[in-house]
């Protein structure tokens, strides 16, 4: 078993910043893109930013610019610095990662989420 863990999610004033992580964890061979995504309510879920295995970064045009992907290949872990955070980024924000596990065989994990809100 795989599982994602996200952390970091909190209310926070329009401005303000928010550090969220993802930890990765279980029967894991090795983790290729992972990305963070985003669901508001009453919207479809968005990617956010992605990150290959060797660090090449992709962002959401709405967050270019005030958003960092980034990731420790040796810890599992990814991390999402969200600077100069606007209300419109209040969503659920879910942790995903393409996994080739010791079943061998590759899928797509997501953890469960984690809530951030900002104010206006």
């Known amino acids: 078993q795989v599982q994602l863990v996200e952390s970091g999610g909190d209310l926070v004033q329009a401005g303000g910043s928010l550090r969220l992580s993802c930890a990765a964890s279980?029967?894991?061979?090795?983790?290729?893109?992972m990305a963070w995504y985003r669901q508001a309510p009453g919207k479809q879920r968005e990617l956010v930013a992605s990150?290959?295995?060797?660090?090449?970064?992709n962002y959401a045009d709405s967050v270019k610019g005030r958003f960092t992907i980034s990731r420790d290949n040796a810890k599992k872990t990814m991390s999402l610095q969200m600077n100069g955070l606007k209300p419109e980024d209040t969503a659920v924000y879910y942790c995903?990662?393409?996994?080739?596990?010791?079943?061998?065989?590759?899928?797509?994990?997501w953890g469960p989420g984690t809530q951030v809100t900002v104010s206006s």
């Open positions: 995903n990662a393409n996994i080739f596990d010791r079943s061998l065989s590759t899928k797509n994990y």
């Open positions: 279980g029967s894991i061979v090795s983790i290729n893109t």
């Open positions: 990150i290959t295995r060797t660090s090449f970064t």
